[in-house]
């Protein structure tokens, strides 16, 4: 393709950007108490909008699970500390369960409920869960991981069809960027957060810690060499951009300026030994790594107030006054044709060129000529001399064609001839000057076959857009199609949400245009792009991306809270999808879940990761309509899950809250359905009449189905207050159509919703739990903070129960017989407390607890004061006859973080809500099973053998039954995970490299855990 690039020369400068640490930055160094960053994140939103976009609503989910994990010290825990107290904890089981054979216990049963797919009724932006990465196999796009925020990563063999979880064993199930070995698929590679990277060589079956704490924040990308594969990158939200030369053991900077931001890496295409970074910055390494040079400016956009209709300029108004070119009789194309650049009065060496019109397409030019004639010349300020150039590409030398200086009172016409199809050419004007009647020098007579170009410029130059990228995260895209392109996007500033401007490069990154999206947004929410660019229009850097495809470098995707596309080299785009789901079909768009995460082109297929699953685009380049894009996340169970509530009915009936996913009710014919949108929070099903639902978003904001969620119904928010991120909302368990919310007070509505009254007084501070007694309803209990209060009237003022002063409290459960009985889940080293006289005293339940945070509470009507509690990883039961010891309630139940416990005695099941794997239940603890005999591997039915063994030993059961099978060392570090083996034929388990002592075999089954001892010699 042939293209002209005419290009003015003169100097611009532009402002310094500054970067000071705010609270995201705080939260990500891992070294401030929770308190501190509260402080700072006040201070940051304080008179501030706290609406779309300004990341309060990102901070205020930060906030609500911190609280809910500090450890004494007040800072958070590392993942580097679950990861070693899970190993401990695995190995005191292990121990536990060899050495008590006599009195073993129940262990549960437990099976996922979902939601494993959405189903949107009145919910308007449904989704699965949120996903955060994606990697593929090189050459098999079927072999699929991905990773959800914190639901862990997840594999499928068939393009998505089928799905399998690859990290319920680990101590981690944040996971925010992975990398897939490019010659080895079974060696994957997770980031997670406070800089951690997890691998696993066994595909995903088993991880280890290869790195921590290189870096503070979530790990954005991971990037393998594929020739040299010990040779890798990563970039780190708040640590910087990487490399490690170790395969990930250890890893350096990049480049110093580099130590702030870390988002992106790319390769260039076919050549591994370039390699693109961007942070808030952008780099370009050509020699495989070992150095990166920082690429310092791109080619701005003068400010000449040119318009824009249906994305091509208006030519004629553009002429019109200061500051202005102005073209007639042609249509220009940028990127294919003749373009009009900008550069530094300083010579043809100055500063990097800058797009300043669209150029003219020559597709069907045939040695063209290109005259210029100048008339009038009067010189202005300091500069005497007027020089034109030409070259072919923006990386090569200048050619002087003519020099004009104040000597000169007449010029000769410049005649360029353009006889090469293949090249491009750039002509460049260095200097200013103005007609004598102040006017402007004219260059008339560019002729390219019949097409006419004229150019005014005036004396106005000096105030064009700087040459600078700003300071704002930069995401980058490349295409197998043309090697030497390179596409960046910019968000607006250190701290800024929307579209900031986007940039090509022709030249392998040394240098880059500027294309003109002046007014657009393309981070925002409406389909036109033009929502205000302020920080409550977009959510970036954490939804944002850009992507080339491989087949046709000119197809460009662009995505924020929406996606977009460009067919012609990112010069106009439209949109793809709207995020909400309800207008999609009027708009004919496509449906992918808002806030996009990635971009991903594999072969021709486009996928995005978004807050509500991955969704592709088998057809990215042909024409937009609601199919555009398939959700292929069904079979994904990794909903996050803030609270929920079940029916007393078999079957039972389920509603609950999730993060970016709304409320979800599962109804009585097994099947979820989609019913409130945003972020779902507390819900319950009303006990007489299962099909009225009641739901909440953040902040207090009260919804209500009357018909199972198809439709919602009026309910009203207590005097318009606003309550906590999960504020409490709560039925009473005996009076009909009587429900209870906590803000800063406690209400209560005798009609279902729409009419409240006071019944406490005002508090403190927003209320964090309220618990209302099933045997005396008038026994109430709300609490925030350390802070607990008591009515036993129902309304009044409540009394503090100054007895406790302990730690922030983050569960409250009410004995079922006993309104005198509560215990409290709290962060502090003591994790459970228990009254039994209503508050005045309290006992520590801590006991054998592993170091988790307690989380969840529900006290179990089984006349032996039976008590389950929720931890970041499992749940724990006690009773009167368990000797002050937590039996593990684990069997089958994946180390996620638990948010609530609740069960139907109907059905005789213990349910829980999850952060991260849905919706969760099992048998309740059978009291029965304790003093059963010998509750070894004999009682599974399995065979072991040999023991001790060296090289191999084999399992083998007389029962076809699907067993899960773990071996752990001494330590409790898991060493082999197997699922759903069936043993009837005898399966040999390979130890050759383990070192010699002892190991345990974990095998389960839906009946129980079965415990043995291994000597390997």
């Known amino acids: ?127 699965t869960g949120r996903i955060t990465s994606v990697a593929f196999e090189t050459g ?38 992975l990398a897939m070995h490019p010659t080895n698929p079974s060696i994957y590679f997770w980031g ?32 393998i060499d594929p020739n040299t594969t010990s040779k890798m990158y990563c970039s780190i939200e708040y640590g910087g951009l990487f490399k490690s030369t170790n395969s990930g053991t250890s890893w350096t900077l990049i480049h110093p300026d580099a130590s702030t931001r870390g988002y992106d890496f790319e390769f260039k295409p076919l050549d591994p030994n370039t390699v693109y970074a961007s942070g808030t910055s952008v780099f370009k390494s050509t020699d495989g790594g070992t150095t990166f040079n920082k690429i310092e400016a791109p080619i701005g956009i003068p400010n000449f107030d040119t318009q824009y209709v249906n994305g091509s300029i208006d030519w004629t108004s553009a002429a019109v006054g200061f500051q202005h070119f102005g073209v007639t009789s042609i249509t220009p194309k940028t990127g294919n044709g003749l373009g009009l650049f900008v550069k530094g009065t300083n010579g043809a060496s100055g500063n990097s060129t800058k797009l300043v019109i669209p150029a003219l397409n020559l597709d069907s030019a045939t040695n063209p000529v290109v ?15 007027l020089k034109v150039y030409y070259k072919t590409a923006l990386s090569s030398a200048w050619v002087e064609l003519a020099s004009y200086t104040t000597a000169q009172e007449s010029w000769s016409d410049i005649t360029l001839n353009l006889p090469n199809p293949s090249s ?5 004007f260095e200097g200013a000057v103005t007609n004598a009647g102040g006017g402007g020098v004219t260059l008339d007579d560019v ?13 106005g130059f000096e105030s064009s857009t700087p040459n600078v990228f700003n300071s704002g995260a930069k995401m980058l895209a490349v295409s197998e199609a043309d090697p030497s392109v390179v596409y960046l996007v910019e968000a607006s500033g250190t701290s800024g949400a929307h579209f900031n401007g986007l940039y090509k490069s022709t030249d392998s990154g040394n240098n880059f245009i500027t294309l003109d999206h002046s007014g657009k947004n393309y981070f925002g929410y409406n389909v036109v792009a033009t929502d205000p660019s302020d920080a409550t229009s977009g959510q970036a850097p954490r939804d944002m991306d850009i992507a080339v495809s491989h087949t046709n470098v000119n197809e460009v995707h662009i995505a924020g809270i929406n996606t977009w596309r460009s067919l012609d080299g990112g010069v106009t785009f439209n949109p793809t999808t709207n995020w909400n789901i309800s207008v999609t079909e009027s708009d004919n768009l496509g449906y992918s879940h808002a806030d996009v995460d990635l971009l991903t082109f594999v072969g021709s297929t486009l996928y995005t990761t978004t807050d509500g699953g991955l969704f592709k685009a088998t057809n990215s380049a042909g024409p937009i309509s609601t199919t555009y894009f398939t959700d292929i996340t069904s079979g994904l169970g990794i909903r996050q899950f ?9 079957p039972v009936v389920i509603t609950g809250g999730a993060q970016d996913n709304g409320s979800a009710t599962l109804t009585s014919t097994g099947l979820w359905r989609d019913w409130i949108g945003g972020d779902g929070m507390e819900g319950f099903v009303d006990k007489t009449n299962s099909q009225i639902i009641y739901g909440t978003a953040q902040e207090g904001s009260l919804n209500k189905s009357i018909d199972g969620g198809q439709t919602l ?27 209870y919310a906590g803000y800063d007070q406690v209400y209560k509505s005798l009609d279902g919703g729409l009419n409240w009254i006071a019944i406490s007084q005002v508090f403190s501070s927003k209320l964090n739990h309220l618990k209302i007694a099933h045997s005396n309803p008038n026994t109430m209990y709300a609490s925030y903070h350390n802070k607990i209060y008591k009515t036993t009237t129902g309304s009044g003022t409540w009394t503090e129960l100054s007895s406790y002063s302990g730690d922030n409290i983050n569960s409250v459960a009410i004995h079922p017989t006993n309104a005198n009985k509560v215990a409290i889940a709290t962060i502090g080293t003591e994790k459970v407390y228990v009254t039994n006289d209503g508050g005045t005293t309290w006992t520590s339940y801590k006991f054998d607890l592993p170091d988790f945070s307690a989380l969840a509470l529900v006290w179990e009507n089984n006349g032996n004061d039976g008590l389950y509690l929720g931890m970041d990883y499992g749940v724990y039961y006690i009773d009167n006859t368990t000797n002050n010891s937590w039996q593990p309630f684990i069997n089958n139940l994946p180390n996620v973080k638990i948010s609530e416990l609740e069960i139907n005695y109907l059905d005789n099941k213990l349910y829980t809500a999850t952060y991260g794997r849905g919706v969760w239940r099992t048998p309740r603890y059978d009291i029965t099973t304790l003093g059963t005999t010998d509750n070894s591997i004999k009682e599974a039915g399995i065979k072991m053998y040999p023991n001790p063994a060296s090289q191999t030993f084999h399992l083998v059961s007389n029962s076809d039954e699907s067993v899960d099978v773990r071996v752990f060392n001494a330590l409790g570090k898991l060493m082999f995970f197997k699922k759903n083996l069936n043993l009837i034929e005898d399966y040999k388990i390979d130890i050759s490299q383990y070192e010699t002592g002892f190991y345990f075999v974990r095998i389960n089954n839906e009946n129980g855990i079965f415990t043995y001892k291994l000597i390997v010699k």
């Open 140 to 177: 098999n796009e079927n072999h699929i991981i991905v990773g959800a925020e914190t639901g862990g990563v997840w594999k499928t063999i068939d393009g998505g069809t089928n799905w399998s979880p690859l990290s319920d064993n680990f101590s981690n199930m944040k996971v925010y960027a």
């Open 713 to 739: 119904a009026g309910i009203t928010i207590p005097d318009n207050k606003t309550g906590n991120w999960v504020t409490p909302f709560e039925q009473d368990p005996v009076a009909v159509n009587v429900i």
């Open 424 to 428: 491009d050419y750039y002509i460049a």
């Open 642 to 650: 803030y609270a929920f509530g079940i029916s007393q009915t078999n």
């Open 1 to 127: 393709m042939k293209k002209i690039y005419l290009v003015l020369l003169l100097l611009s400068t532009g402002p310094l950007f500054s970067q000071s640490k705010d609270y995201s930055e705080m939260i990500n160094e891992g070294t401030y108490t929770v308190q501190e960053i509260q402080a700072a994140a006040e201070a940051h939103f304080e008179n501030k909008d706290k609406g779309r976009g300004s990341g309060y609503k990102q901070y205020k989910r930060w906030e609500y699970q911190a609280l809910r994990s500090i450890k004494d010290n007040g800072v958070l825990r590392s993942n580097k500390f679950y990861y070693n107290e899970l190993e401990r904890y695995n190995n005191y089981i292990n121990q536990k369960a060899i050495s008590s054979r006599s009195a073993s216990s129940d262990n549960g049963s437990w099976e996922q409920l979902g939601p494993y797919s959405w189903n949107a009724t009145s919910g308007w932006n449904p989704g």
């Open 447 to 459: 002729t390219v076959e019949t097409s006419n170009l004229g150019v005014l410029f005036s004396d």
């Open 192 to 223: 997670s957060d406070n800089g951690t990277i997890f691998k696993s060589t066994d595909a995903g079956a088993t991880w280890n810690l290869v790195a921590s704490t290189i870096g503070n924040g979530e790990v954005n990308s991971i990037l």
């Open 371 to 385: 005259k210029f004639s100048y008339t009038q010349p009067d010189y202005f300020g300091d500069v005497d001399v």
